[in-house]
T-cell receptor, first 114, second 112 residues
Framework: DTAVSQTPKYLVTQMGNDKSIKCEQN?????MYWYKQDSKKFLKIMFS???????INETVPNRFSPKSPDKAHLNLHINSLELGDSAVYFC?????????????FGPGTRLTVL | KNEVEQSPQNLTAQEGEFITINCSYS?????LHWLQQHPGGGIVSLFM???GKKKHGRLIATINIQEKHSSLHITASHPRDSAVYIC??????????????FGTGTRLQVTL
């Protein structure tokens, strides 16, 4: 009965590879997000989708491409991985995009690029 | 300078102590969130405030919109409260987007 799930939990890969992280929410929420938490534990928004439509796209390299096949899923594909991409990536969802929408976070995916 | 500043950065307390974590922000906001990140990494939303005060168990969150300041209080602290507490604000004028800007977090350690 997990609300927001991510796979994999850990991902170790070589520089230059392409990898994907999957996120699914079973809360019936309309909006989903990807956040990056760096080594200093600072969280920053990357993308947000509302009903499969991209609504937030922060200054993120275009090697990162989110894909939302339906409103319950938001996957993150990363091309040509670099050392600086090592971080924990959190998916989140919220019931609405309006200013009072509480966000529910997934458990995170720890990406290590060697 | 970050738009959201938290203090202290690190806090050690003994079990039973009353704890206060502060958050100041420099921009107009429509809501403020307090999040808890467990040592295992999971993030839980504790409160979402747009005015006044909210209480949940031993946790109390207050916000003063005029002073651009919020506090998170923990009464009768316990070692299981040990975590990183993160303040996040939702900026005004983000249209239909519910974008959060985060503080750097306060690491709390409660000892026996």
């Amino acid at each position: 009965d997990t609300a927001v799930s991510q796979t994999p939990k850990y991902l170790v890969t070589q520089m230059g590879n392409d990898k994907s992280i999957k996120c699914e929410q079973n809360l019936g929420h309309d909006t989903m997000y990807w956040y990056k938490q760096d080594s200093k534990k600072f969280l920053k928004i990357m993308f947000s989708y509302n009903n499969k439509e991209l609504i937030i796209n922060e200054t993120v390299p275009n090697r990162f491409s989110p894909k939302s096949p339906d409103k319950a899923h938001l996957n993150l594909h990363i091309n040509s991985l670099e050392l600086g991409d090592s971080a924990v990536y959190f998916c989140a969802s919220s019931p609405q995009t309006s200013f009072l929408g509480e966000q529910f976070f997934g458990p995170g995916t720890r990406l290590t690029v060697l | 300078k970050n738009e959201v500043e938290q203090s202290p950065q690190n806090l050690t307390a003994q079990e039973g102590e009353f704890i206060t974590i502060n958050c100041s922000y420099s921009v107009g906001i429509s809501a403020l969130h307090w999040l808890q990140q467990h040592p295992g990494g999971g993030i839980v939303s504790l409160f979402m405030l747009s005015s006044g005060k909210k209480k949940h168990g031993r946790l109390i969150a207050t916000i003063n919109i005029q002073e651009k300041h919020s506090s998170l209080h923990i009464t009768a602290s316990h070692p299981r409260d040990s975590a990183v507490y993160i303040c996040a604000v939702r900026l005004l004028n983000t249209g239909t987007a519910s974008k959060l800007t985060f503080g750097t977090g306060t690491r709390l350690q409660v000892t026996l």
